[in-house]
């Protein structure tokens, strides 16, 4: 009985005893931080799904946390007994079985009903100390996918990953992304899954992935971590003045915006963003607060980043008038002595060559 359970002489046969367990323990300690994994491993459920090992309920050792393991206690802190989890998921209680002890990964088909289940935050589940969404990589993988993306070097290995989170094969990843206006096939999609690092060329067409990922998962994801294995946190973090201009592109990838896309939310040529990012050109002052009305409403902008860039930009662009005020000064003194009238006519006659730099007439024209 409960005595044998407190002395960790047995474990309940009924293992949906542990949830109702913690809703009585919440309910009369006025928490919600008491679940299944709290009571079982003693740690929480938002940390077990991360952790490798685990503390054994009985012994006084570790257990590896497997996919099976993880599974088992998510339907566990819904309140769900194998034959109503298999009823929603559309299997019958032997699959259950399989996936929860042999450590079997179920179907994208699935998957996908289990994951829109545990993301469905109710009163009346043990999920409300569980912060993080729970991802396809979260529970039949070693770690959510940001943290995987991290880890994986090759660009095409990245790629991979956003397709395992999707839960779908090569086959339906292509016509995802024709359906996307990209043209491809699954020998195309099988050599950029091999890719070291994503092609120049062709490395805006990528951004289709997190576009897939957030209307597929209703998520947004990082694009830096995609693009370049960094979160944009730590990318924005390493620019200084001498790189200042990346910091354009890292907001771009961060929210999975094209030259393109990014060049016609502004009403510009996407050439122009190119000369922006490589730091040819400043935005002017009516672009700088486009970009801000664009990024303002992303992750990104939310974070404070976006206002970090506008002000380093207009830092810039004030620096950069003053330098090419005095550089004109001091090769043309005497034009601090013009009105405005005579500079810009002063300006006319030197574009059509009319003066020199310095000033003077040259032979044959006249004042």
């Avoid at 359970?5 to 009369?28: D, G, H, S, T």
């Avoid at 956003?162 to 491809?184: A, C, P």
């Avoid at 730091?279 to 939310?302: C, H, L, M, N, W």
Wanted: hydrophobic share 35%; proline share 4%; glycine share 6%.
């Amino acid at each position: 009985g409960i005595e044998a359970w407190e002395m960790e002489r047995n474990v309940p046969v009924n293992q949906l005893v542990y949830y109702k367990l913690a809703r009585i323990f919440n309910q009369k300690l006025g928490l919600n931080s008491i679940d299944v994994p709290m009571l079982r491993y003693g740690i929480g459920l938002d940390e077990f799904i991360r952790v490798k090992r685990a503390r054994h309920e009985l012994e006084n050792s570790r257990i590896v946390v497997t996919p099976g393991l993880r599974l088992k206690n998510l339907r566990l802190s819904k309140g769900l007994l194998v034959k109503e989890f298999a009823a929603i998921c559309k299997v019958d209680e032997s699959t259950v079985h399989k996936w929860e002890n042999r450590n079997v990964i179920p179907i994208p088909e699935s998957a996908r009903i289990m994951l829109k289940l545990f993301n469905r935050r109710q009163k009346t589940d043990l999920f409300q100390n569980c912060a993080q969404t729970i991802g396809y990589h979260s529970v039949f993988s070693e770690a959510p996918i940001e943290v995987l993306l991290e880890r994986k070097k090759r660009f095409g290995e990245r790629l991979r990953l956003v397709r395992e989170e999707l839960m779908v094969n090569s086959k339906d990843m292509v016509e995802l992304l024709q359906g996307k206006g990209l043209t491809t096939v699954a020998d195309t999609l099988t050599i950029w899954e091999k890719y070291k690092t994503p092609p120049a060329n062709i490395r805006d067409q990528f951004m289709v992935y997190l576009e897939l990922y957030y209307e597929q998962t209703g998520r947004t994801l990082d694009g830096c971590l995609l693009f370049r294995q960094q979160p944009a946190r730590e990318l924005l973090q390493e620019v200084f003045d001498w790189n200042q201009f990346e910091l354009l592109v890292y907001l771009r990838e961060a929210v999975g915006l094209s030259k393109k896309s990014l060049a016609e939310k502004l009403n510009v040529r996407p050439r122009t963003v190119g000369d922006w990012e490589r730091g040819a050109v400043v935005p002017g002052r009516q672009t700088r607060e486009k970009i801000s009305e664009i990024f303002q409403d992303s992750p990104v902008g939310r974070t404070g980043l976006l206002k970090d860039f506008i002000s380093r930009i207009n830092r810039i662009n004030k620096n950069k008038k003053q330098i090419d005020a005095d550089k004109l000064e001091a090769r043309n003194p005497f034009r601090s002595e013009m009105s405005g009238y005579e500079e810009a006519r002063f300006n006319g006659r030197l574009r059509k060559g009319r003066v020199n730099k310095e000033g003077n007439v040259k032979i044959g024209e006249s004042i």
